[in-house]
Structure formats: C-alpha cells, structure tokens
C-alpha cells in the first residue's frame, strides 16, 4: 500500500499489519474462550462499571449480558460488604477474600472473590471473579460438627482417652484421664513428658518405649489399629495403676485408650485364689468337684476299684430362708459342711454344689456289691447326721445372744462308678436322679440310681428333639370330630391336632400335648393349628350347604397369655377370610388361674369380633361361679369323664344334671363330650342337654372324608337334611 505524505511517498506493509491484527483477534477469542469455559463467574469492569461477563455469571446470577453491562460491580454484592469490596477495589488487593454474593433474584450465597487490576491501552481494567464455595462451607460446617462431636465423645467417655499427634505432641486429654491418672495437660504436653512421668523405672520405661514404637510401626504398615498392651502406669500422686493401652491410627493422629482395671486386677486376682472353693463353707466348689471327679474314675480305671457320688439336697432350705432369713440359712449351710467332713475318710471330697446341694466322693471302694454297702454305710451316717438339731443365733437381745434349734433332713442320692465308663456330667446327673427319686418317696431318705429312671429322661429327651424337628418339618395335621344338635344334625366340628410321626406313626395329643406346652412349642404348634382350623372354615364356607358349620379350637393356657394372642388370632381370621361367626375358641378352666382380669380382657377383645368361647372340660378343674358369671362365655363343655358312667355312677349323672342346670341359669349351651351310645345321648336328653360329640356321630377324621364319616342315628343323617345343616 502507497502512501503520499506531502513530497514524501511511503510504502506500508499491510500484509504484517493485518498478521498482528489476525493474532489480536485471535488471542482475544482464545481468552474469550477460556472466560467462557471457567467454572468461575468473571467480570471485566472499569471504575466500577461491569464492561463484560461471562457465561458462568449469567448463569450463576441470573443477569443477561446485556443486563450487566454498564451496572456497577457492588450489584453482585450484599450491601453489608459492598464497602469492604470498594476498599479492596481502591487498594488493588488481589489478595481472595469470602463475601456474600446476591443473585438478581435476591437469593445469596457465599462466594470468594478474587480481583485483579490490569492496564490495557491506556486503560484500567479490573478483571474479578466469583467462585460459588457453598458446599465448601457445607463440608467446613460439616467437618466443624463433627470435630465438636468427637471433642464432646472423647471429654464425656467413661474411659481415659488422649490424641497425640505424629510429632510426639499430645494435643488432648479428656477429663476422665485427668480424673484417673491426675495429670494435668500442662504436666505431659508431650510423649518425652509422658515416659518420664508415667514410667519412672528406667527399665520398665524403655520396655514399654519399645513395645510401643513396634505397634506404632505396626499400624503405620497399613494395620490402622494399635493392640493394646497391658502395663502398670505411675500416677500423679505417685500410686501405680494397671492399665490396658490401646489405640487407632486416623488421619495421622494417634487416638489413645487407657482401660483402668485395677480394681477389676485385683477383684480377679481375689476370684483366682477363690476360684476352687466355695467363700462360704470353704468346701470345694463344682469346678474343683469336677476336677477330682475325673481324677477319681482315671484312678478306678487304673486300680480296678469302684467309687460313689453321693448327692445331697437339704430338705424344705428353702422354707429356712424365706422364714428366717439366708444369714439364719447360711449359717446352716456352714454346719451342715462341719458334719459332712466327719462322716467321711480324710481322702474323700466333700463339695457344694451350689444352693443347698453336696456331693461326697467316695474312692477307692471295694468292687461288686460291696462298694453299694460301703456307700450306703456313709449316706446312712450322712443321714444321721444331717438330722440331729442345729442351734442357729437368730440375733442379739438386750446384749444377749438369742437362738433358735433346728432341724434338719436331707435327700440322698448315690450313683455308683467303677473306672469311666460313664463321663463326670452323666454321674452327677445319675445321682441326681436319685436324689430326686428320694424326695419322691418322703424325704429324709436315700435312693441308688435306677436306670429306668435314666431311660425315661432319655426318652422324654429324644421325644422333644423329635417334636421340634415335627414343628420344622411340618409333621402335623389336623383332624376333625362332629358336633350335633339335639336331632343329630351336624352343626360343627372340634380341630384336634395329630402328629404324623415318620416313625412312630400317627401319635394323639395326649402323648405330646404336655411336654410341648412344657417347652415354650405350644407357641408355634397352636399358631400353625389356629391358621389351619381358620382355612377349613373358609373352604367350607364356600359350599353353601356347608357354610353355616362352627369350628372349635383348643388354645392352652400358655397360647392365651401370650402378649400377642389376639392379633394372632385376628391375623388368621384375615389371611383366611373366615368368619368370626363361625370360629369358637375352647379354654380350659386352668387358664383362668392366672390374671383372670387380663383374661376377660383378651376374650372381649375378641368376642366384640363375634368370636364365640367354650369352656372345656367343665367340672374337672376348680370350677367356680365368681368367674362363671364375669367370663363372656358362649357355651360349657360336659367332659367326657361325667358322661362316660352316667348310667351307673349316680354322682356323674347328678354333676352331669348340674352343669346342664347351671348352663341354662347363666343363658349358656351345653354340649355333651364322649357320647359313644344311643342310651347316653337319651339321658343327656332327657336332662335337658341338646348338644353332643362324640364317637356315636364320628371319630375325629382328616377333612378330605370328615362328611362321609360323620354317622346321624336320627332321621336328620338323611343327605337332604344333612345337607341343609352343613
């Protein structure tokens, strides 16, 4: 390009002109570029004055561009730090500092501004930006909370505890250090300090610097925790305690415990040296019995000779105590072991057991029948003994001891060994067998082991293991007996439970209705029974011959009381979909012995769903008319016992007589159980009572054929009649 100037001609590169320009524009959309793709809002402004933003601050504040422009930059500030903001301004501190944005809705948060002042052309030009740090002080919030929570945790734990940072400084102690060790802050700032102070033996002080710098190394390996280490501490006031010291690494601090349990040293220390004696008659205690048990059927293995276990059990103790005292009982206790070791050999072992229970060990017996005599000779003396009056002091009066004479007797029982070929738990439990076979046969005597008492406990032992596997397995099932009226026609059934045993084969409640109740398995066993029972109801209810038949359910005392009885039974009625109507609950009168007012209070919870109640077995309990006329009852339950000699036993047909009278005084029905021939069931009638169940109309049978089997003497067993009753 030419240029004239006057006379003067120039020539002018125009090509390295529009290079520079081009590289202008391009590093200004470069820096455009990378305001844009900031995470921070950032502004241009001049005195002031917003001359650009970019995306971010739109976004971030919700002002256009346009909107921005021209605006002063204090606008994105809150106006308690708009003066701080100016002053920084004046003073070009390109230091960041925290200030409250303001959004142009109004909202605010907090940010940090950094500034920065820049000359362009001849031109200042501050360029500033915003970062929007709210979950930065959300976490900072955070972590304070937490770091007060921890502080709180380790000045209120019930155990000393310190934290000692990874240059050996001990940066806290809590309270509870201070209160155990009486060492202030200020007295062990540091471990150098600590060492010195806590363990001024130079030997033992360099044991435990040692262990402790191998489990500091140990945790800094990557095993965060420190095992704990027990050790004897010096306090302050120069006393000695026995700590256990333990710790964990987190965050490069070391968290220190120290378990003071001096106290709990020396309580085991005072446990050890009575650990094989009992504290009160000084005899042997069960572990040290069973120690000398089991040497004594070793050494009858190896000399061939027998031995005994004689068990005693004082009879009424009890009474002693709850009468007098357990000081007037524990004195009788320490006589009782003086009068033992005189019945026996220096060589045997006199032990208690516990309570008021003894064991003697006979050893080195006679073999065959003669050790039985020799151990019958000491529990004979034993019992001699045992029963001579003891003169026990019941207390001071006026300065003068006063006593009282009792007598005593006890219960014994002998179980004979000879080598081991029983173990020592199963020659305790033998004697005490016998011993409680003793108590049986009046008291103040003696029983040798009888192995058909072992026999039973075993059976009844494999009976429960049984039982619970039945329950897991499912092995129950459920029969039903009918109830008819007083024509014969079928109004209901009773649900009794059989157990289908793989084995044994089908086994009636009788033999196992007891030991389930025993165990806590009427629980599960009753539940599964009640479920069942609603089933059937609804299964017949949807036969529309069938739909008005009652359904009975035994439901034991245990059952009752559980605190979830009625929700039970509620649960089941609405899984099922029966009707309540239908659904008639029998008790038993033992289950109104125990919290008779919580037992009204369940039957009306659910007889306001319009379950019905029977009373079983009416006659045979303690049958009371205080409870008769306060129960919601629907119906009384003749047993079976009454109606079986009805028409001999002038007595049975007078109670039977009775029950229907009172049945119908109190406005309730009578059913009749165990009616097996036509000529009770006439009786029955004849009396009043016009309900019946019993072999006469059927056995209890499965569900499938409960219909076919259901016999009617009367006219009413016609299919049309009973079709109409089902």
């Not at 009486?182 to 540091?190: A, N, S």
Request: hydrophobic share 40%; charged share 25%.
């Amino acid at each position: 390009m030419m240029k004239v100037s006057g006379d003067a001609l120039v020539l002018v590169d125009l090509d390295e002109q529009k290079q520079i320009q081009a590289s202008l524009e391009e590093s200004r959309e470069k820096y455009r570029g990378l305001s844009e793709a900031a995470f921070e809002a950032i502004f241009f402004s001049e005195e002031g004055i917003c001359l650009e933003q970019n995306r971010r601050a739109e976004e971030m504040f919700g002002y256009t561009s346009a909107e921005a422009i021209g605006r002063p930059g204090t606008d994105w500030i809150v106006a308690h730090d708009r003066l701080h903001v100016m002053q920084k301004m004046r003073n070009r501190d390109e230091n960041p500092y925290e200030v409250t944005a303001l959004r142009k809705d109004g909202s605010t948060f907090p940010a940090l501004l950094h500034g920065k002042t820049m000359r362009y052309k001849g031109r200042t030009v501050r360029v500033t930006s915003l970062s929007d740090i709210t979950e930065r002080k959300r976490a900072e919030a955070a972590l304070r909370e937490s770091e007060q929570l921890l502080a709180a945790i380790i000045e209120q734990s019930p155990v000393s505890m310190g934290i000692v940072g990874m240059d050996g400084r001990i940066e806290r102690i809590n309270r509870r250090m201070i209160q155990t060790l009486g060492y202030l802050p200020e007295d062990i700032p540091d471990l150098d300090q600590w060492w010195v102070r806590a363990y001024p033996d130079l030997a033992y002080r360099a044991e435990m610097m040692t262990q402790w710098s191998e489990l500091l190394e140990q945790a800094m390996a990557g095993n965060q925790e420190i095992e704990g280490r027990e050790c004897r501490v010096s306090c302050k006031d120069g006393s000695n305690k026995t700590m256990f010291i333990y710790g964990m690494l987190v965050a490069g601090k070391v968290f220190v415990i120290l378990d003071d349990f001096t106290e709990r040293k020396a309580a085991e220390e005072q446990i050890r040296r009575l650990a094989f004696f009992d504290p009160l008659t000084r005899l042997p205690n069960r572990r040290l019995l069973l120690d000398r048990l089991a040497h004594a059927l070793v050494s009858s293995e190896r000399s061939r000779r027998c031995g005994a276990l004689i068990f005693i059990d004082l009879d009424h103790f009890k009474t002693l105590n709850d009468t007098r005292g357990h000081e007037i009982g524990d004195q009788l206790l320490v006589e009782i072991a003086v009068r033992l070791q005189a019945c026996v050999r220096q060589g045997d072992t006199v032990a208690r057991l516990g309570g008021d229970e003894f064991v003697v060990v006979l050893d080195d017996l006679d073999a065959g029948g003669f050790a039985a005599a020799q151990a019958e000779a000491v529990a004979v003396k034993i019992l001699a003994a045992l029963s001579q009056p003891c003169l026990l002091e019941i207390g001071l009066r006026d300065g003068v001891s006063s006593a009282v004479t009792h007598h005593c007797t006890s219960s014994i029982g002998i179980s004979l060994y000879s080598g081991r070929q029983q173990s020592v738990d199963e020659l305790i439990s033998r004697a005490d067998l016998a011993m409680y076979q003793a108590k049986a046969a009046g008291r103040n005597t003696l029983r040798f082991f009888d192995p058909a008492m072992q026999a039973a406990v075993r059976a009844r032992a494999a009976l429960e293991a049984d039982l619970r596997q039945g329950l897991r397995e499912g092995q129950f099932v459920l029969y039903y007996q009918a109830q008819v009226d007083g024509d014969g026609c079928l109004t209901g059934a009773e649900a009794l439970v059989r157990w289908q045993h793989p084995q044994r084969g089908l086994v009636a409640p009788l033999d196992f209705i007891a030991l389930a109740e025993s165990t806590g398995m009427i629980l599960p066993l009753g539940r599964w029974v009640l479920e069942t029972a609603c089933a059937q109801l609804a299964v017949w209810a949807r036969d529309p011959a069938r739909a008005q038949l009652t359904l009975a359910v035994n439901v034991s005392a245990r059952e009752f009381h559980h605190p979830d009885f009625v929700g039970q039974v509620l649960a089941a009625l609405g899984t099922s979909g029966a009707s309540p109507q239908k659904l008639k609950l029998e008790l038993t009168e033992s289950l109104l012995l125990d919290d008779l007012d919580d037992t009204i209070g369940k039957m009306r919870l659910l007889k306001a769903q319009e379950i019905g109640f029977a009373l079983d077995d009416f006659g045979t309990g303690y049958s009371s008319l205080a409870y008769l006329k306060r129960l919601p009852l629907d119906q009384l339950k003749i047993d079976r016992s009454f109606v079986r000699d009805v028409l001999n036993d002038p007595s049975d047909a007078a109670i039977a007589r009775t029950i229907v009278a009172l049945g119908q005084s109190l406005g309730l029905a009578v059913v009749a159980e165990g009616v097996e021939t036509a000529a009770q069931r006439d009786f029955l009638a004849s009396i009043g009572c016009s309900a019946y169940q019993g072999y006469l109309f059927g056995r209890p049978v499965p569900a499938a054929i409960f219909f076919d089997s259901f016999c009617a003497p009367d006219p009413c067993r016609g299919t049309g009649a009973i079709e109409g009753k089902r």
